[in-house]
């Protein structure tokens, strides 16, 4: 069974969330981001949006093994005009090089879902829109 403290970090540690570049398509924002990882490094990601309305609701797409963070944006998009902020980022072990984890360092059955706990805040960051 899996432990719940491997899913425990820092909840005081800074987002340091940056916006790479943004782009609109099909009334949505796509915006490419990193964000601090809890284990070290920045995680790639893309966080998607609705561009008219407030989302509603959150969630992490996590991406096949041989997949990447562009593996389920088109999903996301879909999410994004019926109301939904998705994050969709890179696993640990697509990470660039410099941010790689030694396999001792990355707790079994938590490694691709340590970083998206804090990831979780990329979520909120989107701001509510004035209307």
């Known amino acids: 069974m899996l432990d719940p403290s491997a899913f425990l970090y820092d909840q005081q540690m800074t987002l340091e969330l940056t916006v790479l570049s943004e782009r609109s398509h099909d009334g949505t924002t796509i915006q490419d981001v990193t964000y601090?990882?809890?284990?070290?490094?920045?995680?790639p990601a893309?966080?998607?949006?609705?561009?008219?309305?407030a989302?509603?609701?959150?969630?992490?797409?996590?991406?096949?093994?041989?997949?990447?963070?562009?593996?389920?944006?088109?999903?996301?998009?879909?999410?994004a005009?019926?109301?939904f902020v998705s994050l969709c980022p890179d696993a640990p072990f697509k990470r660039p090089i410099e941010h790689e984890l030694s396999l001792?360092?990355?707790?079994?059955?938590?490694s691709s879902f340590h970083p998206s706990t804090l990831g979780m805040s990329a979520t909120a960051t989107v701001p509510p829109l004035e209307g």
């Open 36 to 43: 601090a990882s809890p284990r070290g490094g920045e995680v």
């Open 46 to 53: 893309y966080l998607i949006f609705p561009s008219t309305q």
């Open 55 to 79: 989302p509603a609701a959150g969630l992490i797409f996590g991406h096949w093994g041989e997949g990447n963070r562009e593996e389920f944006v088109d999903e996301a998009v879909i999410l």
């Open 81 to 83: 005009r019926l109301g």
């Open 104 to 110: 001792l360092e990355i707790p079994r059955n938590a």
